[in-house]
Structures are given as C-alpha cells and as structure tokens.
C-alpha cells in the first residue's frame, strides 16, 4: 500500500509476504482429526489474512475448534511497534499465538460466568436487588435493581458520569463511590442500555461481598488455575507490561454518529481510548468490564469450556445448568440504547440470531461477546464450534468492515448446523 494511501486510511505497513509476519502453532492444529478438510481451514485462514490486509490491525490471533479439537491456532502481524504513527525505526516485536492481548468487552463473558457460579454455589441469588448484599447501591433510586438487570445491560446505569477523570477506572473506592451516588436513567428493567464499564464494577463488588476475597482471586481459583490458563487476568503484572499487546487507534476518525455513540458508552474519543487502554495504570488495574487479558487461544478454551457443558478436560469447572442459565435468552430483541443497534442479551452473553445475527447466518443458538467491535469471541452449540478473533485495531467505521463480516460469514459456511442429537449443548 502506497505511503500516501496509508496516511489517509490510518492504517499499519504491510508486507509483500505474509507468511514473514505469520506465526502457527502447527503442533497443536489438526482439522482432520475433527472431521474439517484441512483445505477448508486454509480458506479460513485466507479470511483472517484478507482482513489483516487492510492494515487497520497491526496483529491478529485466531483459535477456532470444532468438535472440541483445534482447528486453527495462528497468529499474524506485530503485538507492538508496527502502529500508524511507528517510524520504520520503531522495534517491531512478532505477535505470537502466545502474545496476551487485552479482551476489552469480551470480559464482560467471563465475569458474568463467575457470577453465574457463585449462584451456583448459593452464595447469591441473581434476583435478588444489589443493595440486598450492598445496601449503599440503594441510593438515589437505585434499591430494587437486581443483579440479573446489571447482567443483562438493563440495570439503569449504563456509563458512568460525563465529568468523571479517567484515573477513576483504576480507583476501586471511587469508582464505587460514584456508582452509588448516580441516578438511574431507569429501574424497572425494562429498557436495554449496554453498560460498558459500569457493570462490571458493580458486579465485583457483590462477588467480594459475598465471598470475603477479590474477585482476581476468585478467578483464579474457580476457573482460570483449573483449564490451565498461563493469562487470563484481570490485567497483568508490572512485570509482564512488555509482554501485552499494544492497542492502536486506525482507520479514518469516525463521524458522527458514530463518534458520539463511543463517547457515549466509553466516555472518551476513540484516541482517548488508545491512550488509556495502552497506560500501564489501566494494563494493570482490575477492571471486570473491559481489562481482562488472555490469548485467542485461551478465550476459546473458556468458550469450548461453556460447549462442554461446564467440563474441561475432565474436570467439571461448573455445572451444566449454570452454563444454560448463562446463555438463556432474556426478553426480546430490542433496540440498545447505548448502541443503538438491536441486540439479544443473556445475562451476561451477547446472543446470535436467525436467520442472520451478531455471529453470523442461522446463529440463534450461538452465544459470545465482542471485543470494541473487532474481538469476536463466540460458541455456536449448532454447529460445535468454538471461535476467538483476537486484534489490536481499534477502527469503527472503516474499509476493514466487509472483511470481518465476511470472516463470520465464512466460518457458518464452513461449519453447517448439525442435527439437534450431535449438538454439545442444547439451547433454546
């Protein structure tokens, strides 16, 4: 791409030859082992390739497993030095399907799942309003709001105050503080209204209420020391700073409306966001929302975990009935608020549709969460497959669009819907 054109488009250099810039685990792939013509995952890797040649995602990772076996485990481009605004001098360090990479709102999967286990556990019930087990939530108007509604983007305190400093993300107390002191914009539930940071903090500090410990500890206990995890934190230590992937703002500046939606829902411009996102007081902090950090590989082994019915590799990680309570389908499919698009929540997962949804064609039975719209991380019961599309772009509106849709739409085609009897996990 021509140095001009780059400029214009705010998009990374590119090499004459991607296969420089490509990193497999080819140990751990085997499509044929789980039924997939290894020429049919080739096309796939070809979608992930058309998308990182537009250039608006300096680094790309890939797991996709079907059947429970990987498929593809790849990665693509650089985790740092290879941004819009790098000089050719700039060190540029390969991304690896080994690289942690900030999940940003696919988070908000893995947090909702621990507040799914500690229902099940009995140590909360999601009805119950949050000021049951933190009476200072009930101010202002907010006493009946339940946990289920802050799970489900219907909890009435969709972002937090326009005034409120950044540093606050990575101040528990305070942040806490301001949640109590807002006024819900409603109560009843009955309106979607995303909640991209918000109700990851609120959720939290129910979870440390109710169990005495953090919720990093609990984490790590429950799920990410049982699957293995070597990532898979809420942010990561000051000594692994280096080793996360940066985030880069690319793509032409997005217009209105768009720009006033991301102001909206993050609270900032989306150059705000690279700053913030990229300061090693955010990399660091504990933001249950949007700063858990992993590989692609890693996320897919969560959702693969939920595809099996709780279970991973032997070991039960939770039960199967939290799993489907999980991704039940609550109320209809309605405009967001936030978003302004319609979307289908569970409590705690974003829900595919029919006959086309969020995770592509005849996906209603598919569940997942996105990542500032280009992290895509989804289980698809109906076709037994489980996908995590890692990048380090942060575009909306921008030339990348038709390749990541077509990436989606590629993967249903490659995976037809099985009938009901072969699906992992039935969902209704």
Same mark, same amino acid.
């Given at each position: ?9 705010n ?92 999940y ?11 507040? /799914? ?11 119950d ?26 909890g ?35 309106k ?109 082994r ?9 279970v ?18 609550f109320g209809?499919?309605?405009?967001d ?29 598919a ?32 030339? /990348? ?14 995976f ?13």
């Amino acid at each position: 791409m021509h140095a001009l054109a780059r400029r214009a488009l705010n998009v990374c250099a590119l090499p004459d030859d991607l296969g420089a810039v490509t990193f497999r685990d080819a140990a751990t792939e085997d499509p044929a082992a789980a039924g997939v013509d290894p020429a049919v995952a080739e096309a796939l890797w070809r979608s992930v390739e058309a998308l990182y040649r537009t250039g608006v995602h300096p680094g790309i990772q890939l797991s996709l497993r079907h059947r429970g076996l990987p498929i593809l485990h790849r990665a693509i481009g650089h985790a740092r030095g290879n941004g819009p605004g790098d000089s050719a001098e700039t060190a540029r360090v390969p991304m690896t399907t080994e690289t942690p990479i900030c999940y940003f709102s696919a988070s908000k999967a893995v947090t909702a799942l621990l507040m /799914h286990r500690l229902s099940e556990q009995g140590l909360v019930n999601l009805t119950d309003p949050v000021s049951y087990y933190c009476p200072e939530f009930g101010r202002r108007g907010k006493r009946t709001i339940t946990v289920h509604q802050i799970l489900s983007h219907r909890g009435g305190i969709p972002a937090i105050p326009k005034d409120t400093p950044i540093e606050v993300l990575w101040d528990r107390d305070e942040v806490w503080r301001i949640l109590c002191q807002a006024r819900p914009v409603a109560v009843d539930g009955g309106k979607v209204a995303y909640h991209a940071i918000t109700g990851g903090f609120v959720l939290q500090r129910v979870l440390e209420k109710v169990t005495g410990d953090s919720i990093e500890a609990y984490l790590d206990r429950y799920l990410r020391k049982p699957m293995g995890m070597r990532w898979f934190t809420y942010g990561v230590e000051p000594a692994h700073l280096d080793d996360l992937a940066l985030n880069y703002a690319t793509g032409p500046t997005p217009p209105f409306p768009v720009s006033w939606i991301v102001r909206r829902a993050l609270g900032g411009d989306i150059r705000t966001v690279e700053a913030v996102t990229n300061d090693p007081r955010f990399q660091e902090a504990v933001i249950p929302a949007g700063n858990l950090c992993g590989t692609a590989e890693e996320m897919g082994r969560f959702f693969q975990m939920m595809l099996n019915g709780g279970v991973w590799n032997g070991r039960r990680i939770c039960s199967e009935m939290t799993v489907r309570r999980a991704v039940q389908q609550f109320g209809s499919l309605q405009l967001d608020r936030t978003m302004l698009v319609p979307m289908r929540f569970s409590a705690g997962m974003m829900l595919g549709g029919n006959p086309v949804g969020l995770w592509g064609p005849r996906s209603r039975h598919a569940f997942g969460h996105i990542g500032l719209i280009n992290k895509l991380c989804w289980a698809d019961p109906a076709r037994d497959i489980s996908v995590s599309l890692l990048t380090t772009g942060l575009p909306l509106v921008a030339h /990348h669009l038709p390749a990541l849709v077509r990436f989606v739409y590629d993967v249903c085609q490659a995976f037809p819907l099985l009938p009901e009897q072969e699906r992992p996990l039935a969902v209704g």
